[in-house]
Each structure stands twice: as C-alpha cells, then as structure tokens.
C-alpha cells in the first residue's frame, strides 16, 4: 500500500508541473512582441517533449499489480472455536400431532354418523385442515370422506345395521400427521326393513308369482274362500315397505289374520356436492340435467357395498339422439368425460337404437334397443353375486354387464344438455 501512495503522490506532483508548463506556454502565445517569442519558442518546444517523455517512460506505469496476497493466520480463531461448548435446542415438528377422537361425541343416529376430534392441549404446530377417513362397511379399503377445517362432521347414507372404522388426519403446509386411533361405530338396524313371513292359509297352487322382468315381479293372491284383505303402507325416513294382511275363515269357520311384506324400497337422490359444475339440478335433486354440450358426470347420494340393489332412471326429455350413460362409478371418478372412460367406472351408453357397456374407455356388447322420451333405464348392482345387469323398460339390455365387482359403489349418469333424468 506504501509503494501505491508513493506513486500517487510523484504522479500528483508530475500533474503540478505539467499544468504549471501549460500555463505558462498560454502566457506566451499571448506575447505581442513575435521576436521575444521566437527566442524562447525553441527552449518551450524542447520542455514540453521532455515532459511528454517522462509521462510515458514510468510515470503512469503502475509499480504494484492490483491483486494483493494475503496470509490469514486462523490458528487463534480455530483454537476458540474448540473451546466452546454447544447445546442443541429440540426443536418442534412442523408437522401436525394426530387428532384426539372425542369418543362422548361421537355416535350414530340410524344410518347416519357423527364424528368429533380435537388437537392434543399441548400441541402448538399450526393445522389447515383435517382428513377424515371411512371404510365400506365391510373391512375394505378407507376412503376420504371429509376434507376441511371443521373438527366435527356427520356421515350419512350408511348401511343399517353395518360395522364402519373411522380415523382422522390433520395436515398443514409441512405434511400431514400420523393417524389417529381407529373408531368403530354400529350403525342401527332398521325394523321396517324386517321381511315378515306369516302362515297364509291361501292354498299355495293359489298363490301365482308371476315374473314381469329380470327386474321386478308381481304376487298374485287368489284366495278359494270368503274373506277380506287390506295393504298397508309403512313409511321410515329411508325406506318403503309394502304390507299385506288378510283376515279369512278356514274350513272350522275360525277367522284367523296373518301378513306378509311383499316389497320394501330405499330411495337416493342425486349428490350437488360431488357433480361437475355444468350440471343443473331439479325437483329436490331427483332430476338432473347439464348446461354443456359435452357428457358430464353425476353421482349419488348413497354408496353401496354389498347387497342386493335396483334404481330406475326416468327419461324425462331426449333431443338430438345423444348418448346418456348409466351405471356405478367410485367417488373419484372423472366428473368432465363419459362415464366408462376412466377405470373408476362401469357404465352402458346409449341412443336411440343401441347400447354398448364401457369400463376403462373399452367398449362392448354391442346390444340393439334405445331410448326415447320417457323411457325407463334399470340398474341392477347385485354385490353379492359381484355383477351389474342393464335394463330399458323392465327388459334385460344385453347379458350380464360386469362382473367380479367389489368395493364401494355410487349410481351414477353422465349426460349432456339434450337430455335430461
């Protein structure tokens, strides 16, 4: 640094002299006497190349080179490093803790139920969100049903009489926490879904069960005595059972009563919650149609996993032969495409001269009849035989559909805006 402040100071001092020359070469152009200035002209030309000379010989020439070489000395800075002593500080997870389930809160209430969770008192880590998860039922897989911020949620459209395990998550931006403790919940039975049977003393070759369809049947009592019978409509918030009694005297002339159940029906409507969006919903969302001229999907309220189950869909407008689609579908199926397409659904399309069965965008069991205005589509999901049969008003449509079914199902149909159910 000293050799850098020598040279600065020799060039400051070169600078001085150099602008003291030029000065006073500016004086004497100005001399008005030409013969004093040719006698010193000479003597000015030869200083100033001399000057000229010695700013390019050295002066500018830089005596130390602009990158220094430094030795640093760290043996005091290591030897105090070594002689500190370190504490490591436990610090949290940024990750959830597991939910606590609130047991005195949670219960069933018919086929519905009611889950309740809160965060462990110590637990300070910020939660988004919670996951809650439900199984079929029936031991199988879990599936989400509940995503979001509340600590409380109720179930509904559960099986009566079934055994459910419920567990919950809690999640934020870092992850999502382990499980909590599994919650096994009964659901109630249902006594109006009892079948009654009852001594019946109408001779049996008087009884005709006459088979209308694959689908549905009609019993056909024809009492041989005197006697009067009444039906009885029986009503439960999920469920509709027919009953028949018959009061008649036998061949002692005693009056004796007795009463079968000959129908019972459960019944679903269409689920706002999980359609697309284009979908247009009516008639306390029994009735579904769609704003886009492109199929889009809508499930049910009510899954099913194992039994025997029957619904109809009700043609109620077809313009322009499009091809609704019908069947059952998984909750994550693809809401914006035609049923069948993904592998989360088993569908049959149809128009109105024809009908295909779809799974998987795999196309099959090509089967004429259509559909018109008025129409009724019949969907038979029999979970204990693991198959999905069609019908188009009340006649079988084509040969079993599917087969090797398991796992939890929701009624589903996939339409555009030129038709509606």
């Not at 004086?27 to 030869?46: C, H, M, T, W």
């Not at 382990?178 to 070759?205: C, G, I, R």
């Not at 005709?208 to 019993?219: A, C, E, G, I, V």
């Not at 029957?310 to 019908?326: G, Q, T, V």
Request: net charge negative.
């Amino acid at each position: 640094l000293q050799v850098v402040r020598d040279q600065i100071s020799h060039c400051t001092v070169k600078l001085r002299q150099t602008t003291g020359l030029m000065e006073y070469c500016l004086e004497v152009i100005k001399e008005n006497d030409p013969s004093g200035f040719l006698q010193i002209s000479d003597a000015l030309i030869r200083r100033v190349h001399l000057t000229e000379d010695q700013w390019g010989k050295g002066t500018l020439t830089p005596r130390m080179t602009t990158d220094f070489d430094l030795n640093l000395d760290n043996a005091p800075l290591l030897q105090s490093i070594h002689q500190l002593d370190f504490v490591q500080m436990k610090v949290s997870s940024p990750v959830p803790a597991p939910p606590i389930l609130q047991l005195e809160e949670c219960c069933t209430h018919n086929n519905s139920a009611t889950l309740s969770w809160k965060q462990p008192p110590l637990s300070t880590v910020q939660v988004e969100g919670y996951i809650l998860e439900l199984d079929d039922g029936n031991g199988g897989q879990f599936r989400e049903v509940y995503v979001g911020k509340e600590t409380m949620c109720t179930v509904d459209g559960l099986h009566f009489n079934s055994t459910y395990s419920a567990r919950v998550k809690a999640f934020n931006k870092s992850g999502v926490s382990p499980y909590s403790k599994t919650l096994v919940l009964q659901t109630s039975e249902d006594t109006q879904a009892e079948e009654q049977t009852l001594p019946f003393p109408v001779p049996l070759e008087r009884s005709q069960l006459r088979r209308m369809s694959p689908f549905s049947s009609t019993l056909n009592l024809q009492p041989s005595f005197s006697g009067r019978s009444y039906f009885e409509l029986r009503s439960s918030p999920h469920q509709l059972s027919l009953h028949s009694s018959l009061q008649s005297l036998n061949s002692a002339g005693e009056l004796s009563t007795s009463g079968v159940c000959l129908l019972v029906f459960a019944w679903f409507s269409f689920d706002p919650s999980s359609a697309h969006a284009d979908i247009i919903f009516s008639n306390d969302n029994l009735t579904v149609t769609c704003n886009s001229y492109d199929d889009r999907v809508v499930l049910g309220k009510t899954g099913f996993s194992k039994g025997l189950h029957y619904w109809e869909l009700s043609i109620d407008r077809y313009d322009n032969h499009p091809d609704p689609a019908f069947g059952v579908a998984r909750i994550d199926v693809l809401k914006d495409a035609m049923l069948g397409k993904d592998d989360k659904a088993w569908a049959m399309y149809v128009d109105n001269n024809r009908s295909w069965f779809m799974h998987n965008n795999s196309h099959t069991n090509r089967t004429e009849g259509g559909i018109t205005k008025g129409a009724t589509v019949g969907v038979l999901l029999d979970l204990t035989r693991r198959t999905l049969t069609f019908s188009i008003n009340e006649d079988q449509q084509g040969p079993v559909a599917f087969e090797n079914l398991e796992g939890l199902f929701f009624p589903a149909v996939s339409l555009n805006r030129n038709v509606q159910v």
